[in-house]
């Protein structure tokens, strides 16, 4: 059973930076490395939307909201995947989770969120004006 953990969430004032990070667990890590991991948010009253992804060969996909100021990266030795945020605004304000693709061979849309299959509890991220 794989299981993911969001950590780093918290409060910051606006234009300030946030590092979240997502852990893996249940999965080797050759297993873990040939995923792609994705990060989405859900503001309140909201749907939940895309916000980055990244490959096993490390290439990166954003929303546009978050380009520019969001980095993700990813840790194989770690399980790991984390996302920097920095110029926060307070449109940035949700909970965040992150997420395994189902399919390791998929190359299309990666911000279809019924393309994931494994998600975190999430983490709250709240930007104050």
């Known amino acids: 059973q794989v299981h993911l953990v969001e950590s780093g969430g918290g409060l910051v004032q606006a234009g300030g930076s946030l590092r979240l990070s997502c852990t893996a667990s249940?999965?080797?890590?050759?297993?873990?490395?040939?995923?792609?991991m994705g990060w989405f948010r859900q503001a309140r009253g909201k749907g939940q939307e895309f916000v980055a992804a990244?490959?096993?060969?490390?290439?990166?996909y954003y929303s546009d909201s978050a380009k520019g100021r969001f980095t993700i990266s990813r840790d194989n030795a770690k399980n790991t995947v984390t996302l920097q945020m920095n110029s926060l605004k307070p449109e940035d304000t949700a909970v965040y989770y992150c997420?395994?693709?189902?399919?390791?061979?998929?190359?299309?849309?990666?911000?279809?969120?019924?393309?994931?299959?494994?998600w975190g509890p999430g983490t709250q991220v709240t930007v104050s004006s």
């Open positions: 249940g999965l080797s890590i050759s297993t873990y490395t040939a995923y792609t």
């Open positions: 997420a395994r693709l189902r399919n390791p061979y998929y190359t299309g849309n990666y911000a279809i969120r019924e393309k994931y299959d494994y």
């Open positions: 990244i490959t096993e060969n490390t290439s990166t």
